[in-house]
């Protein structure tokens, strides 16, 4: 059984292999070819974070492969009153063929995958956003052609979106380069990865060092779902650590930005820069669903 926890897990093939997929699904989108592969699935979502873009992208997503998603908020399950998890997922795995979950601990979505026996796709974790990294690499390789040996480089906060670019992109042979401040740096299991790659990963405190050469540079938030109580302080911490016009004249002609959404504009990225590559960013927001389609025909298909 194939599960989605965490971009670790996964081979370079097997992400690439999605990444074909996400392309021809996205093809059968867009021609308006119907692609039932999952007729008569249904996947659970729960959801103990708000969202936007997954919510909707899983939910449509389900539809157009011809099964069913249903909405799970923790503040109406059980789990969200302590029903232990070990329980949650031996009762929904009687129920549904899937489970998507988006919350704080990665240990709980660990322990979905341990005690259930469906298949477990992480839409989120403090530790992760494997399906967003999915849906990027499909973006960056549709406008650029390739990702090996490609310039990605990320500005902000070591979150979960670091975490999970740093594994994606070096696994499928870019070059990363990420700026943060030292306090902030990525999780130390994602650090003792990069030592697989020699020469290929770079991290430094200061974003114009980072920025030089990129072909494709990244941010996100400076504080993430959770991280609510930090804002004035991370404010200060992350004061510099901006993609803005500057940062974008040492970087290669032809740089694309993405930013996983939500923006704050003024904050990790200027307006004028968001603007001037919304058309970027918003395919990036488009891929989430053909990415995760495909994720989730390779984890719940026959
Ligand atoms: N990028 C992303 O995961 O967006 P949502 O929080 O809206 O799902
Ligand atoms: N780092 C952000 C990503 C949101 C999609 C968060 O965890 O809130």
């Not at 399906?131 to 960056?140: F, H, K, P, S």
């Not at 939500?262 to 927001?285: C, L």
Request: glycine residues 8%.
């Amino acid at each position: 059984m194939k599960h989605l926890l965490k971009l670790l897990d996964w081979s370079a093939e097997e992400i690439t292999g999605v990444l074909d997929l996400a392309d021809s699904l996205k093809a059968d989108n867009k021609a308006g070819r119907p692609h039932p592969l999952l007729q008569g699935k249904t996947l659970g979502m729960i959801f103990e974070k708000s969202s936007t873009r997954t919510r909707v992208s899983f939910e449509t997503g389900m539809y157009q492969l011809g099964g069913h998603a249903l909405f799970l908020s923790s503040r109406d399950l059980q789990i969200g009153r302590g029903e232990p998890v070990q329980d949650t997922a031996r009762v929904l795995s009687r129920y549904l063929d899937g489970i998507m979950i988006r919350t704080f601990a990665q240990q709980e979505v660990e322990d979905l995958a341990r005690y259930g026996s469906i298949p477990i796709v992480n839409g989120l974790t403090d530790f992760c956003h494997p399906c967003q990294v999915l849906a990027d690499l499909q973006t960056v390789r549709e406008h650029k052609g390739h990702i090996a040996g490609l310039n990605m480089c990320y500005i902000g906060d070591g979150n979960n979106m670091a975490n999970s670019l740093i594994v994606g992109f070096l696994k499928l042979g870019a070059h990363v380069s990420i700026a943060c401040p030292e306090a902030y740096q990525p999780d130390a299991q994602v650090l003792a990865f990069t030592e697989q790659y020699p020469g290929m990963f770079r991290m430094t405190d200061k974003p114009m060092e980072a920025a030089e050469g990129a072909d494709v540079i990244f941010t996100d938030v400076w504080a993430s779902m959770g991280q609510e109580g930090e804002k004035a302080i991370r404010e200060q911490a992350f004061r510099g650590y901006q993609v803005n016009a500057a940062l974008l004249k040492v970087a290669h002609e032809g740089c694309m930005v993405q930013h996983c959404l939500p923006a704050h504009r003024g904050e990790e990225i200027t307006d004028e820069v968001f603007e001037a590559h919304a058309d970027e960013i918003f395919d990036e927001a488009e891929n989430r669903l053909h990415a995760q389609k495909a994720v989730l025909v390779k984890c719940m298909g026959n």
